[in-house]
C-alpha cells in the first residue's frame, strides 16, 4: 500500500529544495545584473573623462576642477566594483589554486569568459 504521507513529505522536501535552488539562481543573476550594470557605468564614466581631456586639450583650455570631478567619480565607481567584487568572492567557497590556462584570471585563477573585461570573481581587469 502507498504511504501517503511519507509521498506528501517527500514531494515537500523535493518542492522547498527547487525553492531555495531558484532562490538562490535568481539571486546570482541579479548579483551579475548588478555587477554589468557598474561595469557599464565605469566604462561610460572613462570614456567622457577621456573626452573632457581631449576637448580641453584640443580647445588649449585647462580646467582642473572639472578633470578632478570626473576623475573623482571614475574612482568611486572603480571602488564600487571592487568592494562588489571582493564580497562575490568572499561568498564563494575557497578553490585550490589551479594552473593558469588562457581561460583564467591571471590573478585568483578562477574560469572566466573568453573576451571578458573582469573576472568575474575578484574583479580584475583582464588583457
Request: hydrophobic letters at 40%; aromatic letters at 4%.
Amino acid at each position: 500500500m502507498i504511504d501517503f504521507d511519507a509521498l506528501k513529505k517527500s514531494a515537500a522536501a523535493v518542492a522547498d529544495s527547487a525553492l531555495r535552488a531558484t532562490v538562490d539562481l535568481a539571486g546570482k543573476g541579479k548579483q551579475q545584473m548588478d555587477r554589468l550594470a557598474l561595469e557599464n557605468r565605469l566604462r561610460r564614466a572613462q570614456q567622457e573623462l577621456g573626452a573632457l581631456v581631449y576637448a580641453l586639450h584640443r580647445a588649449g583650455e585647462e580646467n582642473p576642477q572639472l578633470v578632478q570631478r570626473y576623475i573623482d567619480a571614475v574612482a568611486q565607481l572603480d571602488e564600487q566594483l571592487s568592494a562588489m567584487s571582493e564580497a562575490a568572492c568572499a561568498r564563494q567557497p575557497a578553490a585550490e589554486p589551479r594552473p593558469q590556462q588562457p581561460d583564467c584570471c591571471p590573478h585568483c585563477g578562477a574560469e572566466v569568459q573568453p573576451g571578458a573585461t573582469f573576472c568575474g570573481c575578484c574583479g580584475a581587469k583582464l588583457g
